[in-house]
């Protein structure tokens, strides 16, 4: 059971969600405490992987938490993700052998264990035409909800 606490709603309609993931976050007590309240904001963010095979979430805006001390953490700062060496180098490979790909966060969430782990997915960005063609099918299936 997950208990969700931000959906980037955005990336379904902008981009085609090519493979999913899980992965854990390094972060300090005051920014769990500030995720837990719902001060976050991961629909700006993306996902970069380092040269030396680290995998970083830039755009993840944790607001500072208000009841913290003087060790309260930056808002910008970019969060390190937890995942699997072979899992980062098999990112790592799709990205550079196929142009147009990113990785964006879809969730956040907390975990059966307690913990907060985020999901990202590798996508491709839609064009235009694709995004009239899912709007005008959501409306189509809209249409058909209300008749019955």
Known sequence: ??????????????????????????LKGSEVKSILKGDSSISEGYCYITPNG??????FTI????????NNHNQKDDKKLLLNKKE?????????TNQGLTIIPTKLFVADNGKIKIEIALCRGKKQYDKRVDKKLKDIERENQRKF
């Open 54 to 59: 680290e995998i970083f979430v830039k755009g």
């Open 88 to 96: 980062i180098e098999d990112l790592s490979y799709k990205m550079e």
């Open 63 to 70: 607001q500072q938490y208000s009841e913290a001390t003087y």
């Open 1 to 26: 059971m997950k208990n969700l606490i931000l959906e980037n709603r955005k990336v379904r309609f902008n981009y085609h969600l090519l493979e999913v993931l899980t992965a854990g976050l390094i």
